[in-house]
């Protein structure tokens, strides 16, 4: 069956960085697109970054670009999320996500992992 594992959340000071991980298993990993969400309290669940397959093409939201990576590693089936100059706002549950082929909708969500960004 399809698992996405999320790791790496934690506790960071602004202006901190943190990696988070997605493990993948029980699917071709390398024939679909994923993404990064993430869920603050109170609000609703955003897109953060996506990449393709193959890692060609990249998004990401406008309030994460140039601080946010996204990154993929076919070979272990394990996709990244490097977060560079963290901010109070980008505290939230962050959670690993399939791409379905051909619609702009997610299939599979892994359990999520906890970011908070405090001092």
């Known amino acids: 069956q399809v698992q996405l594992v999320e790791s790496g959340g934690g506790l960071v000071q602004p202006g901190g960085s943190l990696r988070l991980s997605c493990a993948a298993s029980?699917?071709?990993?390398?024939?679909?697109?994923m993404s990064w969400h993430r869920q603050a309290p109170g609000k609703e669940r955003e897109l953060v970054a996506r990449?393709?397959?193959?890692?060609?093409?990249?998004n990401y939201a406008d309030s994460v670009k140039g601080r946010f990576t996204i990154s993929r590693d076919n070979a272990k089936n394990t996709v990244y999320l490097q977060m560079n100059s963290l901010k109070p706002e980008d505290t939230a549950v962050y959670y690993c996500?399939?791409?379905?082929?051909?619609?702009?909708?997610?299939?599979?969500w892994g359990q999520g992992t906890q970011v908070t960004v405090s001092s």
């Open positions: 996500s399939r791409k379905r082929p051909g619609v702009n909708r997610y299939d599979y």
């Open positions: 029980g699917f071709t990993f390398s024939r679909y697109a």
């Open positions: 990449i393709t397959s193959d890692s060609e093409s990249t």
